[in-house]
């Protein structure tokens, strides 16, 4: 039997024998800076005429990047025609700053929140307090967040027994509760410092970049064919929605999409550019 040509993979059948096409998200985290901020939007630039499912922006603990998040949120609705998902953590704050939050969001036209709980004030290895007058965990949040308007909620689901979790089963319990109070889109959260977090990095993986240190071509090398090959072993277990964290940069997403078969509109001949760069223009419903 003939092996399937990996290149054809952006579309999978389903059992009823249609096709169905691989959707993908991306995720950024609002800039700091303006060099950052030049970074950020090279890269949405560069991503957009993929054509996303939607594209996620961050929300810092406590609230500490609040203003910078929908300031980001709020250009991508009105400079791209990308579909936005904000961030939200209940950490540090009444159930009536996040009601207040919620509603500038979907004031502002946003109709997909991930809802998070977010990490201790404190940070990582730090115990998680609710606030006396806020939502209790990422549960509690996603059911005031449906209370308040019928946006698309995201949750995350942690890649091992989160830390603060006494078993995997209540890991799973609290993903059930989730989904239960009106999340209807899950993924794994990922980590930069997987050993803070109680998450291990598997020695294969590791030694993949053993001696290189001083070779960050390579290193970006091998990090596009490792996420190439995880991505394509999901795909042939049947996997289709896949989300990529960018870290505000293009470059490795945008191979992995090339190899998964996705390629920019070529139809797309509206832009506006906006002095950043030539990204598609919103469509008329939906602005």
């Not at 009105?78 to 939050?101: F, N, Y």
């Not at 115990?127 to 965990?137: E, F, I, K, L, T």
């Not at 019928?150 to 799973?172: F, G, M």
């Not at 929605?241 to 139809?267: E, K, W």
Request: hydrophobic share 40%; aromatic share 6%; charged share 25%.
């Amino acid at each position: 039997m003939t092996a399937e040509p990996r290149a054809s993979r952006f579309v999978r059948p389903r059992g009823d024998g249609e096709a169905r096409r691989i959707r993908v998200s991306f995720e950024f985290f609002p800039p700091k800076t303006e060099e950052m901020e030049k970074t950020l939007w090279e890269s949405i630039t560069r991503l957009a005429p993929l054509e996303p499912n939607f594209v996620s922006v961050t929300y810092g603990a406590g609230g500490s990047t609040r203003e910078r998040t929908h300031s980001t949120v709020k250009r991508i609705l009105a400079e791209t025609a990308l579909a936005p998902a904000a961030h939200l953590t209940c950490v540090a704050a009444t159930r009536e700053e996040i009601d207040a939050v919620i509603g500038s969001y979907c004031g502002a036209g946003v109709r997909h929140i991930v809802a998070l709980r977010g990490d201790p004030m404190g940070g990582i290895g730090e115990r998680y307090a609710p606030h006396p007058g806020g939502y209790r965990n990422a549960a509690d949040l996603v059911a005031g967040i449906k209370r308040l308007s019928d946006v698309e909620v995201s949750v995350s689901a942690y890649p091992e027994k989160h830390p603060d979790s006494r078993t995997v089963e209540a890991d799973l319990d609290m993903l059930a509760a989730k989904v239960d109070a009106g999340a209807a889109r899950n993924f794994k959260q990922t980590k930069a410092f997987a050993a803070r977090c109680g998450a291990s990095v598997p020695d294969w993986l590791a030694e993949r970049f053993d001696g290189l240190d001083e070779d960050a071509a390579t290193r970006k090398l091998i990090a596009a064919a490792v996420a190439a090959e995880q991505v394509l072993d999901l795909v042939d277990r049947g996997v289709t929605d896949f989300h990529f964290y960018t870290m505000n940069r293009a470059d490795l997403v945008y191979a992995v999409c090339h190899l998964l078969g996705l390629r920019p509109n070529q139809a797309a001949g509206n832009v506006a550019g906006h002095g950043h760069g030539a990204l598609p223009a919103r469509e008329k419903e939906r602005a």
